[in-house]
């Protein structure tokens, strides 16, 4: 192994949270390298409006996605079975180059609210300790909605997100959403317009008494520029969108926002196709020293650094973790560690609305375009007396009908022949869906931990994921998804299918990249591995960002909160930690 | 070039410390910033790390030059010129011993530089590290490589003198054409040129081929040059790379990219201003073709469904990212050469500190063949207040042809 010569910083990961930080350090004049283990991807050169748009490429064989064969995870129910390997990606997709998930994301842009960051004491006042299902392990985050606000909107403006204010500035505004937190500022662009199916069921959702509004995208309605002078364009809605990367400059990722401004710096470096082995500490193990990382030709290097960032996928920041020891890994029957506990998904559901009436044009789409409904989210109404807590995004966001993967066949079609395909050719323009994305709320067995059995081609053992759904989010999902079936009987459909969360977790079928938690932010290092600056409880040079500090996740999409922790954890580095380096910041 | 200004920056910095006045240094500083105007590095670099080592190749309708070394290097450099070298190179083409230049190294427009200036600019290149490294200048076939050749070829095409201010003029007026004649050397690209490679005087900026892309008139025509440009309009181009109508691209990308970007706004908006008040070249403008055309009705049908997307319905584009098409006087130049090339290899715009984006256009040639080529551009140079020759199949043929 070749030692390099020492940088100021080494950033592990060039998706959203590592470039945003290695920018913002970058602009502190610090000698920043980024260490990523995709390869270098570019709109220009890999998002050609010419080649872009193809499903088998994209979808099907996942382009963009991490190779099972370079990493993997391994997946069980319950810790009294054997995991076994994934080989092919299902539930979710982990992302994979510089842009990272950020290439492949839809776009829908959610704050967290306010009482998310309190979740465990908000519930406990509202409702009492003993309604608290026994099985969950709610915590804060140890931080504040004013806290993290300044940082949302820092986001949002590199990101150019598109939406309408329903607070701003704790002015309730109709036609934004009622229930996110006091914005500081308006959405850096207007809402995109929207398709038929997301008006229909406004419409339907207005007339029920509900407000609904246009979901918050990281698609741009308009040109824009953002602080770093990068330009987007305005999304055209071709419908490939989420698994593709943007061909239009109108999806943001840290490719289409952040990097073309960092790798300018003449202080910042990336090494792209170079997979991070190993962060490494002194003796003493509460100093990070830096990074071994081997590259494309199998050579291993050391990266000594003064400062250590980890901002890779969720699973590879806690799996990071676990190889380096940092941290005590968590341990179910005894309840003790902190590395890899309270690891949480996310609960999809779905109705299905078949119509012989009505066409909704279904190939024009985009991953974050719709218009949706809170009003059965998180706590935002009553759960005295359900049995549970939680509960979903209501919305109606068409991605694009795709010509392999889109197939809305009404219950007892044939699997194959003639009335197959009649009843794909009646149903492929006149069918819509209402999903409702909801919360997810951790447990004691569901962690993440390194597996006994199954390595990666380096030797080292593969992340084991242990997890199935709360009884709690099972019991939500029923609750939410009848309200979403209400809606849509409203609307009059020739029939539909009512999909809520059942039964056990399966890896196979699509459900949701949103994995979160296992390397967790909060006040107590008893049951939290990073402080409320993503600064890793007595290891001060080192930071680790991501989704992987969500105690557990609520019913929204994370990326917006990845972006504005990431803002969050540079700009406590910049404030305080590079003050008095080496210290935990007390600030 | 960024090393240079950080290194500028970093030496401005102990200058003000310093209680004294640097007289070496602010002539080192203005020298430097000459370089930068002249944008030397265009053709005297070929690796960054060896930065005016010469090596750059030219291609010239003649045959390849190449850029010479001009570090201080005694052997392969011009480590061992006097100043008088210097000079006599920069305003007769005339080099160390005698030895005569071509007009490729734009001496005929380096001859308006005055004497304090080109002072200034040698001090700077005397602080450049010599670099060894031998470069054949004269890669000309016989009988161009003759250099003796020259001395009629001066005879006909070039004119001697400093620049001499219109005192009829405004000061900016005259910074601006010292800039646009002399450094900025705007005529080796823009200027039509003779059979000998010449100037055409009196068809100073009015649009000329340059190594496969057509450099544009930039003369005060309404139609075909810079008549519609504001004076914003061509301080953001040359600053950012980017304005409503363009996205610097092929040649003109490193003019930005190396230079522009880092003139000082006084000399943007010189140059702006020396612009807006040019001659017209009495371009007739035509009338578009009609929409009925069938080259029209074909080429409307792929501007739908492969340009609009980002281009937008009706040309209109998007602000930063996406040039305007419609009422565009890059559209409407007599050649379309550079239209064909970008359309058909496609190509990236330039990427400069204030408008890092870069976009890409992408290339057509795998998915449109000549005709559609032929239609599409012939639909938008005749669409949306544009009007201009159509293009045909074998035009876009011959640049095709020309850049494999």
């Known amino acids: 192994m070749k030692k390099l010569p020492k940088t100021d910083v080494v950033v592990i990961g060039l998706g959203w949270a590592g470039s945003i930080i290695a920018n913002e350090l970058a602009d502190e004049g610090l000698d920043v390298i980024g260490i990523e283990r995709g390869p270098w991807r570019d709109t220009a050169r890999d998002f050609n409006i010419g080649t872009v748009t193809d499903e088998l490429r ?93 940082h949302y909107m820092q986001f949002e403006r590199v990101a150019g997100t598109s939406g309408y204010a329903g607070n701003l500035n704790g002015e309730k505004r109709a036609g934004g959403n009622p229930f996110e937190g006091p914005r500081s500022g308006d959405y850096p662009t207007p809402p995109l317009r929207q398709p038929y199916g997301p008006t229909l069921f406004a419409q339907a959702a207005k007339e029920m008494g509900y407000q609904p509004f246009p979901v918050p995208s990281s698609l741009v309605s308009e040109a824009y520029t953002n602080p770093y002078g990068v330009t987007m364009g305005p999304c055209t809605f071709c419908g490939f969108c989420t698994n593709y990367g943007c061909a239009n400059y109108s999806k943001a990722s840290a490719i289409t926002t952040v990097l073309p401004a960092l790798m300018r710096k003449e202080n910042f470096t990336a090494y792209t196709n170079c997979e991070v082995l190993e962060v490494l500490t002194d003796s003493s193990g509460k100093k990070a020293t830096g ?223 949103h994995v979160v938690g296992g390397f967790v932010m909060g006040a107590d290092p008893s049951t939290s591995s990073v402080n409320k600056h993503l600064q890793v409880w007595d290891v001060p040079n080192l930071f680790v960002v991501g989704a992987s500090a969500f105690p557990q996740n609520p019913g929204y999409n994370p990326t917006g909160t990845v972006g504005a922790l990431a803002f969050k954890a540079a700009h406590a580095i910049r404030t305080w930690y590079l003050k008095r380096p080496g210290e935990m910041i007390t600030a | 070039m960024k090393t240079l200004n950080a290194l500028s920056a970093a030496l401005l910095l102990v200058a003000s410390v310093g209680s004294q006045a640097q007289p070496e240094y602010d002539q080192y500083a203005r020298g430097s910033y000459l370089a930068t105007l002249g944008d030397c590095t265009a053709c005297h670099t070929t690796d960054a790390k060896q930065p005016y080592a010469g090596g750059v190749k030219i291609n010239t309708p003649f045959g390849v030059l190449a850029g010479a070394n001009i570090t201080p290097d005694r052997e392969t450099g011009i480590g061992d010129w006097s100043y008088d070298d210097f000079r006599r190179a920069m305003t007769e083409g005339i080099g160390h011993n005698g030895k005569r230049l071509y007009g490729a190294m734009p001496f005929t427009a380096y001859t308006k530089m005055s004497e304090r200036d080109l002072q200034d600019l040698w001090a700077w290149i005397q602080t450049l590290q010599p670099i060894h490294h031998e470069v054949e200048t004269n890669q000309l076939p016989f009988p161009f490589n003759i250099r003796t050749s020259l001395i009629a070829w001066n005879w006909l095409n070039f004119d001697k003198g400093t620049f001499v201010p219109d005192a009829k003029k405004s000061a900016e007026w005259n910074r601006g054409a010292y800039l646009v004649q002399g450094l900025g050397h705007c005529g080796t690209c823009h200027t039509s040129k003779n059979f000998l490679g010449g100037d055409k005087d009196d068809r100073f900026l009015s649009g ?149 984006t870069a976009p890409a256009m992408p290339a057509f040639s795998g998915v449109l063949d000549d005709e559609q080529i032929a239609a599409v551009l012939t639909y938008v140079r005749n669409s949306w207040g544009n009007a201009a020759a159509p293009v045909s199949a074998s035009d876009v043929k011959d640049v095709k042809d020309d850049m494999k």
């Not at chain 1, 985009?366 to 759960?383: L, P, Q, R, S």
């Not at chain 1, 044939?414 to 006149?430: C, I, Q």
């Not at chain 2, 937008?312 to 064909?340: M, V």
């Open chain 1, 58 to 150: 994209y979808v099907m064989r996942e382009e963009l996605m991490l190779r099972t064969r370079q990493n993997t995870c391994t997946m069980r129910n319950n810790p009294s079975q054997t995991a076994l390997p994934m080989r092919t990606w299902g539930s979710f997709h982990p992302g994979n180059g510089t842009g990272g998930a950020g290439n492949h994301w839809a776009g829908i842009t959610f704050r967290f609210q306010p009482h998310e960051f309190q979740l465990k004491s908000h519930l406990t006042e509202r409702y009492g300790a003993d309604a608290m299902p026994a099985e969950l392990t709610l915590q804060d985050w140890g931080t504040t909605w004013e806290e993290m606000e300044p």
């Open chain 1, 291 to 513: 990074v071994t990382y081997v590259d494309s030709s199998g050579d291993t290097w050391e990266q000594p650094a003064d400062l250590v960032i980890v901002a890779a996928f969720t699973f590879e920041n806690v799996r990071l973790m676990l190889l380096s020891h940092i941290g005590e890994a968590y341990d179910p029957v005894t309840n003790k560690g902190t590395t890899g506990r309270n690891y949480a998904y996310q609960t999809a559901n779905n109705v299905t609305l078949f119509f012989d009436d009505k066409n909704f044009n279904p190939f024009i789409g985009a991953g974050a375009v719709g218009m949706g409904i809170d009003e059965f989210n998180n706590d935002n109404f009553d759960h005295s007396g359900l049995g549970f807590f939680g509960g979903g995004s209501i919305r109606v966001t068409p991605i694009g009908s795709a010509p392999i993967g889109y197939r809305p066949l009404p219950p007892g079609t044939p699997k194959w022949g003639s009335k197959w395909k009649r009843a794909l050719k009646d149903n492929y323009l006149s069918t819509m869906s209402i999903g409702c994305e909801a919360s997810s709320y951790t447990t004691r067995t569901n962690y993440l931990s390194l597996d006994p059995n199954y390595k990666d081609p380096h030797g080292r053992p593969l992340l084991r994921i242990t997890f199935d759904f709360a009884q709690n989010d099972l019991k939500m999902a029923q609750y939410c998804t009848g309200k979403v079936a209400e809606i849509a009987k409203s609307i009059n459909p020739r029939e539909m299918i009512v999909k809520p969360m059942t039964g056990h977790w399966s890896s196979v079928p699509y459900q949701s990249s």
């Open chain 2, 208 to 356: 000329s081929v340059v190594e496969g892309w057509y450099a544009p008139n930039l003369g005060a025509d309404a139609h075909t040059g810079l008549g519609k440009w504001t004076q914003e309009d061509i301080v953001s181009y040359l600053r950012t790379g980017v304005n409503r109508y363009a996205i610097a691209s092929g040649p003109m990308a490193d003019a930005v990219r190396h230079s522009t970007q880092y003139w000082r706004d006084e000399d943007l908006r010189a140059v702006a201003t020396f612009l807006k008040e040019g001659k017209t070249h009495d371009e007739e403008v035509p009338q578009p073709l009609a929409a009925s055309d069938d080259r029209m009705k074909l080429g409307a049908q792929i501007y739908e469904a492969k340009c609009s997307a980002c281009h937008s319905p009706g040309g209109r584009g998007e602000r930063n990212i996406f040039p305007q098409l419609a009422a565009n006087p890059l559209i409407n130049q007599p050649d379309a050469t550079s239209l064909i090339r970008v359309v058909s290899a496609g190509s990236r715009g330039v990427d400069t500190d204030a408008r890092p």
